[in-house]
């Protein structure tokens, strides 16, 4: 690794389209190059947040999203960089992709493919490795590959691994027709179905919920990726990417700590699993003192929390344990009733609410949530409809959907957000802002919105003094 990181080795992991079985490879990939005691840093192409938590049992390390529509083209090497030189420096970098190679954000502010995986490739100067599903197809995959290898002259293709093949005749066919393409194979892996990976509403089961299980599957899908691709071969390709022109990602330059050193609590466990690294370096740039509270274990929150941040996940899945664990239920409404400030995302404004599915949960807001059979997916351009501890009013920010939940009331008198006309059809405002409460619907990467770390932190402080100054009447 040369340049402080800009020479580090890359490559990205993408498919011709979603079901190929990237997933199964990137994470086997990182899984296998750990083993050989490389140290590995994971990234995800798209906001997706299931996937790099597979990535990080594999890596040892967080895995780390990659999403310009979120943060930013310009941000996407530094934080990149960031990924790669922490904890510590890694000797290579494993991005997996999003859908299919070109499949990008679908918004009409933006060019057809901003943010698919060709876009974040390009932007990386990363070469791409394929992963191809080679289960119903013979030498028809040379076709395939060759319209992936030229359509974009921009993207380097640099190799090939076949999924699903189902013998040793089958292997061969595809390897014979592949020839003719100029791209290299680099791995064949057989057909594995007891490597499946289980699904639910929202996609695929969080490690964070699997524990000792995802932790075997990551392993076995690292044997297999030893058995059946050419590591050597993956790690040349790797350090065939030139240097990148940028500089890491600090989050002390994107926020000013506060005087004070406010303790804020972060919302994980099985439950909120949902979440990027960068928030919590933002929020201790800020000059805020971070810790965890599992809402399915932990009774209180930790002593002299000021502000509670609680992000996305499966509250719905869950709903009966974080019902039973009444009294950090409590502990919280009496945060919010006593003006702690409250950040809450997607399954975080679940848990706020009133009852989800029926059974209690914190009652900060008057609202009733429920599973829903629509699923509601997508990138927004948002604005601020009211002031609150994350941004002033009039604020404009990009964010994402994800979600099979609905409340009723869909929003409060004071709306959280309102998207932009033509992103959703609908131009109603969203969420709540309720005192210093904040809650939506809405997923924002705080890199790509820096001010939201301040504010919040900022308001911490704020709530803070008051509380001392009350304790001191």
């Given at each position: 690794?040369?340049?402080?990181?800009?020479?580090?080795?890359?490559?990205?992991?993408?498919?011709?389209?979603?079901?190929?079985?990237?997933?199964?490879?990137?994470?086997?990939?990182?899984?296998?190059?750990?083993?050989?005691?490389?140290?590995?840093?994971?990234?995800?192409?798209?906001?997706?947040?299931?996937?790099?938590?597979?990535?990080?049992?594999?890596?040892?390390?967080?895995?780390?999203?990659?999403?310009?529509?979120?943060?930013?083209?310009?941000?996407?090497a530094p934080l990149f960089l960031r990924g790669a030189l922490h904890p510590r420096p890694a000797d290579?970098?494993?991005?997996?992709?999003?859908?299919?190679?070109?499949?990008?954000?679908?918004?009409?502010?933006?060019?057809?493919?901003?943010?698919?995986?060709?876009?974040?490739?390009?932007?990386?100067?990363?070469?791409?490795?394929?992963?191809?599903?080679?289960?119903?197809?013979?030498?028809?995959?040379?076709?395939?590959?060759?319209?992936?290898?030229?359509?974009?002259?921009?993207?380097?293709?640099?190799?090939?691994?076949?999924?699903?093949?189902?013998?040793?005749?089958?292997?061969?066919?595809?390897?014979?027709?592949?020839?003719?393409?100029?791209?290299?194979?680099?791995?064949?892996?057989?057909?594995?179905?007891?490597?499946?990976?289980?699904?639910?509403?929202?996609?695929?089961?969080?490690?964070?919920?699997?524990?000792?299980?995802?932790?075997?599957?990551?392993?076995?899908?690292?044997?297999?990726?030893?058995?059946?691709?050419?590591?050597?071969?993956?790690?040349?390709?790797?350090?065939?990417?030139?240097?990148?022109?940028?500089?890491?990602?600090?989050?002390?330059?994107?926020?000013?700590?506060?005087?004070?050193?406010?303790?804020?609590?972060?919302?994980?466990?099985?439950?909120?699993?949902?979440?990027?690294?960068?928030?919590?370096?933002?929020?201790?740039?800020?000059?805020?003192?971070?810790?965890?509270?599992?809402?399915?274990?932990?009774?209180?929150?930790?002593?002299?929390?000021?502000?509670?941040?609680?992000?996305?996940?499966?509250?719905?899945?869950?709903?009966?344990?974080?019902?039973?664990?009444?009294?950090?239920?409590?502990?919280?409404?009496?945060?919010?009733?006593?003006?702690?400030?409250?950040?809450?995302?997607?399954?975080?404004?679940?848990?706020?609410?009133?009852?989800?599915?029926?059974?209690?949960?914190?009652?900060?807001?008057?609202?009733?949530?429920?599973?829903?059979?629509?699923?509601?997916?997508?990138?927004?351009?948002?604005?601020?409809?009211?002031?609150?501890?994350?941004?002033?009013?009039?604020?404009?920010?990009?964010?994402?959907?994800?979600?099979?939940?609905?409340?009723?009331?869909?929003?409060?008198?004071?709306?959280?957000?309102?998207?932009?006309?033509?992103?959703?059809?609908?131009?109603?405002?969203?969420?709540?802002?309720?005192?210093?409460?904040?809650?939506?619907?809405?997923?924002?990467?705080?890199?790509?919105?820096?001010?939201?770390?301040?504010?919040?932190?900022?308001?911490?402080?704020?709530?803070?003094?008051?509380?001392?100054?009350?304790?001191?009447?």
């Open positions: 690794m040369t340049g402080g990181g800009r020479g580090m080795a890359r490559l990205v992991v993408a498919a011709p389209s979603s079901n190929a079985g990237k997933t199964s490879v990137a994470t086997g990939l990182i899984a296998a190059l750990t083993a050989r005691g490389l140290t590995v840093s994971p990234h995800k192409v798209g906001p997706d947040y299931i996937d790099p938590g597979y990535h990080g049992l594999a890596a040892g390390r967080p895995g780390r999203n990659l999403d310009p529509w979120l943060v930013g083209e310009e941000r996407i290579v970098a494993v991005v997996e992709g999003v859908m299919g190679l070109f499949d990008g954000a679908s918004h009409p502010s933006v060019e057809p493919g901003f943010a698919s995986t060709a876009h974040v490739a390009g932007l990386l100067r990363a070469p791409v490795l394929l992963v191809v599903d080679g289960s119903s197809q013979a030498r028809s995959v040379a076709a395939l590959v060759h319209g992936f290898a030229t359509f974009d002259p921009s993207v380097r293709l640099g190799g090939v691994v076949l999924n699903r093949v189902g013998s040793d005749r089958h292997e061969a066919i595809l390897r014979e027709a592949l020839e003719a393409t100029g791209v290299r194979v680099l791995g064949a892996v057989r057909r594995m179905e007891q490597l499946h990976t289980p699904s639910r509403h929202l996609g695929l089961i969080p490690a964070a919920e699997r524990s000792a299980d995802a932790l075997a599957t990551v392993r076995r899908l690292g044997e297999v990726v030893a058995a059946s691709v050419d590591l050597d071969a993956v790690l040349a390709l790797a350090r065939s990417a030139p240097p990148l022109d940028a500089e890491p990602w600090d989050p002390a330059a994107e926020v000013a700590p506060v005087a004070d050193r406010p303790r804020i609590a972060v919302a994980g466990g099985p439950a909120f699993t949902f979440g990027y690294a960068e928030s919590t370096e933002l929020l201790e740039a800020a000059g805020a003192e971070v810790v965890r509270v599992d809402p399915l274990h932990d009774e209180a929150l930790p002593p002299g929390t000021t502000g509670l941040v609680v992000g996305g996940g499966f509250p719905e899945v869950h709903a009966a344990e974080l019902s039973a664990n009444a009294s950090l239920r409590a502990d919280i409404a009496a945060l919010a009733a006593r003006g702690g400030p409250i950040a809450a995302e997607c399954a975080g404004l679940l848990y706020l609410a009133r009852e989800l599915d029926g059974v209690p949960m914190c009652g900060v807001l008057d609202v009733a949530a429920a599973m829903s059979p629509r699923l509601t997916l997508g990138y927004r351009s948002a604005v601020a409809v009211t002031d609150s501890v994350l941004a002033p009013a009039g604020t404009r920010v990009r964010g994402h959907e994800f979600h099979r939940t609905h409340t009723d009331p869909p929003a409060g008198a004071a709306g959280a957000w309102r998207w932009s006309a033509g992103s959703t059809g609908s131009d109603s405002a969203e969420g709540f802002v309720a005192g210093r409460v904040h809650a939506s619907y809405l997923h924002l990467h705080w890199a790509g919105s820096p001010h939201v770390a301040q504010r919040f932190v900022t308001a911490c402080a704020a709530a803070e003094r008051s509380e001392n100054v009350r304790a001191h009447r």
